[in-house]
């Protein structure tokens, strides 16, 4: 299929544009964009930066894609976006570029991003995000596999998200969430296990059951953090995949776990 660009677009020479893509009316694709096979930047939106899209991205009306850095130690140069495929850009969405020149901010593959959402500089996010509208992530957070994030949700700078966690509407989360756990509030605290995600994954009763006690031995026991993590690696649970990961993830926080 050949590549359509409709003659009221601006593409500026330099950017390099693979097969089937699609630009309409009043776009504006900036001369260092790479843009993979079959994407469609729909009408009055925006690539810019130097930015790196794989194949079948969808991006919607007023979307900026590839903006400058918000991070005022930005002292030049041309950081990076890199965007995997299959990704769905809703109405001004905005996914910044990185803030150093040798860095990028990563985006995996099969996500959605719904309107107005926020992605900063720096930050890498895996596949299969859910991100609802009016939502931000600040820069440098790091973002697992298969997370959904609610309405309206901020996420502080530097903050992890475990990949099957959620995180509620409105919520202000400032610490980081585990591995298949359910974040509400402001400040977000961990509340349950992200159970209808796990099930909708198509995880085992029994493995939601083993992220269920873990999550009890962490949140709901009298024991502090690392006396629970202590007893945790000692058990019959440390043997699974689900609690290993859970345990893994909480040793490695520097933020602390919300």
Excluded at 230 to 239: M, V
Aim: aromatic share 6%; charged share 20%; hydrophobic share 40%.
């Amino acid at each position: 299929m050949a590549t359509q660009i409709h003659p009221k677009a601006i593409v500026e020479k330099g950017a390099e544009l693979g097969e089937g893509v699609e630009i309409e009316a009043f776009c504006y694709v900036g001369s260092k964009a790479l843009i993979g096979d079959g994407c469609r930047i729909r009408h009055h939106a925006t690539v810019e930066g130097c930015v790196v899209l794989g194949k079948e991205n969808d991006i919607h009306p007023y979307a900026l894609i590839g903006g400058m850095t918000h991070d005022l130690k930005y002292r030049g140069g041309h950081p990076k976006l890199q965007v995997g495929d299959r990704n769905v850009f809703r109405e001004y969405v905005t996914a910044h570029v990185a803030t150093n020149p040798e860095d990028a901010t990563k985006i995996g593959s099969d996500n959605v991003f719904l309107a107005y959402s926020h992605v900063a500089h720096d930050c890498i996010v895996g596949d299969h995000l859910v991100m609802s509208s009016h939502s931000a992530l600040g820069g440098h957070v790091l973002v697992g596999n298969h997370v959904n994030i609610g309405w309206n949700a901020g996420i502080h700078q530097f903050c992890r998200l475990g990949r099957q966690c959620m995180v509620a509407a409105c919520a202000k989360l400032v610490q980081d969430v585990p591995p298949f756990m359910l974040a509400d509030g402001a400040p977000a605290e961990v509340r349950s296990i992200n159970k209808v995600g796990m099930e909708r994954s198509g995880f085992s009763s029994q493995e939601i059951e083993v992220a269920r006690t873990t999550y009890k031995a962490l949140y709901r026991s009298e024991l502090n953090r690392k006396q629970a993590l202590d007893e945790l690696e000692k058990g019959t649970l440390a043997n699974s995949g689900i609690s290993s990961e859970i345990i893994s993830f909480a040793k490695q926080s520097n933020r602390g776990l919300a």
